[in-house]
């Protein structure tokens, strides 16, 4: 009987009864999976422990960024007032300046009327008083002849100057008709009812005889010693004109 030779170290042992095609592979059972479950549920959550780990930074980096949004937000909101101040503060002033050149328009135009008036009204005086002279030649003839002797003690010569003053000049309105105070006195005594007295007005300054008329556009003397002398005048035209025609 011959003995069994040892395998050679090229040689590969099977098993005559297992097939590599149905071998089964080993698998977990149900208490081994049971044990890693609970395994992975003690093992602490990732994401929660950064967090906690980092809660101090990331609350600090929050409160950075509120804050520099809250001053960019106070820059930007002060930039924009700003703005609009000054745009308000400009149609205020160009509101001012018109305002302003209109009042001076205004102004301009009230002194170019008022200049215009002042230009007629010595216009008028100008064209006025020509026009009196024959009616002053007139009022001192009526003069002399009181002064003739066809005026009497009853009645105020300075009065009736200035009565025969308004009725020839035809002179209306308000007027103001200074005399001496021994005139006034005259008057008063001699014809206290006469409604020329409410016009007449003592002047300190006067002397005995004179009468000025204040109207609305000049002045007028019609007093004794004014008459005399335009009379005087007329008299003496009159006569130069009787020497030169003789």
């Not at 780990?53 to 960019?72: H, I, M, N, P, W």
């Not at 009616?135 to 003739?148: I, N, S």
């Not at 009379?231 to 009787?242: H, K, N, R, Y």
Request: glycine share 6%; net charge negative.
């Amino acid at each position: 009987m011959s003995t069994p030779k040892p395998p050679m170290s090229s040689t590969v042992l099977r098993q005559p009864s297992q097939n590599l095609g149905t071998r089964r592979l080993p698998v977990l059972d149900g208490n081994v999976r049971t044990k890693m479950s609970l395994d992975e549920e003690r093992q602490p959550d990732v994401k929660a422990t950064l967090r906690d780990t980092f809660a101090l930074e990331l609350a600090e980096v929050e409160r950075e960024s509120r804050d520099k949004g809250l001053t960019q937000g106070l820059l930007e909101g002060g930039k924009q007032a700003r703005a609009q101040l000054t745009e308000a503060l400009a149609k205020q002033e160009q509101q001012w300046l018109k305002k302003e050149a209109s009042l001076r328009a205004s102004l301009e135009t009230e002194r170019l009327q008022l200049a215009q008036l002042v230009e007629a009204l010595s216009l008028q005086q100008k064209q006025l008083m020509p026009a009196m002279e024959p009616l002053v030649g007139r009022l001192a003839l009526a003069v002399v002849t009181r002064l003739l002797g066809q005026h009497t003690d009853t009645r105020s010569l300075v009065a009736d100057l200035a009565r025969q003053a308004i009725e020839e000049y035809q002179l209306t309105g308000p007027m103001r008709i200074r005399v001496a105070r021994a005139d006034y006195e005259t008057l008063l005594r001699l014809a206290p009812d006469d409604a020329l007295l409410t016009s007449l007005q003592v002047d300190p300054q006067a002397s005995a005889g004179s009468c000025l008329i204040d109207f609305e556009v000049g002045q007028l003397d019609v007093g004794v010693q004014t008459q005399l002398a335009k009379a005087a005048s007329v008299l003496t035209e009159q006569g130069d004109e009787c020497v030169a025609r003789a």
